[in-house]
């Protein structure tokens, strides 16, 4: 086996999405124990098991999609769809991933390995059902990424707030439905018949049902984490910083500071729909992320506000 043909397999496991599964370090990102060595540590297991079992599961989907992804505009190039890796090549690499990932799983503990197991199911449940039945299709895609962080809160014991986990989960869904109307838009060129064969499901949905759902969870999102900045519990300042608030601006001692990175959040969700309906780039949630420089550049500003807020500013 030549590098080229690693490559293509490598390609074929999709490490691009792996983007998701930074999700498992939002709970210890939010309750201050990112840099707690002895939280980090598990929390970067759980990433690593969601890497391998995520790309596993990614395989048996385009093994079982195969066809249909043939009739797809660019799901027709992915390694397995176009021949360059192989059917037998993808099981014994999505096997092998499966054995390590639930292995690093289990070595988490057992509620861990119970997540992980869950979601593993659940995508292949995607894969032979939910992927045909309209809204549920959508419903399960969002509980995927959700389970990322219900996975970080089980490996490291820190949990977040139900705020917080309202944010996630409107986000998830925002993200999904975004999918859903950009392959919408990219098949409407293509034949109705071509359409119900490449995804039987959007033959359910119309733009305007879609672009509904995506200003419903567009709009949850910014306000459950509006609402999430607003009560959560203000950080306790450090000891230097809190004298110079109590002694310059003694008013803004206990303002709750996460709030200055809202606009960021409102921002990031506006330039993604404009990328949805002006170029059609939904379809793929982490290619987006990756290739927009302005909405990269307002993540990375949010991330870096919400660290400062709570590891410069907070004790």
């Known amino acids: ?22 999700a498992v370090f939002a709970p210890i990102v939010f309750t201050g124990q990112l840099f707690n060595y002895s939280v980090f540590i598990p929390a970067f297991f759980a990433f690593l098991t969601f890497c391998f079992i995520s790309s596993a599961s990614y395989l048996i989907n385009d093994l079982l999609d195969v066809e249909r992804d043939k009739l797809h505009p660019f799901k027709k190039l992915r390694p397995i769809a176009s021949g360059d890796v192989s059917k037998k090549e993808a099981l014994i690499v999505s096997f092998i ?15 861990f390995f119970a997540v992980t197991l869950f979601y593993s199911l659940l995508h292949l ?44 989960f409107s986000l998830s869904l925002f993200l999904a439905i975004g999918k859903r109307r950009c392959e919408l838009t990219l098949l409407s060129a293509q034949k109705a018949d071509i359409i119900s064969r490449a995804r039987p499901t959007l ?77 059609s780039e939904g379809e793929s949630p982490e290619k987006v992320l990756l290739s927009d420089r302005p909405l990269l550049i307002s ?10 807020v709570i590891y410069i500013l907070g004790s």
């Open 299 to 308: 993540v990375v500003l949010w991330g870096l506000t919400v660290i400062g």
């Open 125 to 168: 449940a995607y894969s032979l059902v939910f992927k045909h039945i309209p809204i549920l299709d959508i419903i399960v895609i969002a509980s995927a990424y959700f389970l990322r962080v219900l996975a970080g809160e089980a490996a490291t014991g820190f949990f977040i707030t139900i705020w917080l986990r309202l944010t996630v």
């Open 1 to 22: 086996m030549d590098y080229k043909h690693i490559l293509k397999v490598f390609k074929a496991i999709r490490p691009r999405q792996w983007i998701k599964n930074f």
């Open 203 to 279: 033959g359910h949905y119309t733009e305007k049902l879609l672009d509904i759902y995506t200003a419903m969870f567009a709009n949850s999102t910014w306000l459950a984490y509006s609402f999430y900045t607003f009560f959560d519990k203000p950080p306790t300042l450090r000891r230097a910083v809190g004298e110079f608030f109590t002694d310059v601006f003694p008013g803004l001692y206990e303002r709750k500071w996460l709030m200055i990175t809202i606009p960021f959040v409102l921002y990031g969700i506006m330039r993604y729909m404009q990328l949805i309906y002006e170029k």
């Open 97 to 111: 991933l499966f054995a390590i990932g639930i292995s690093l799983a289990y070595g988490l503990g057992i509620l």
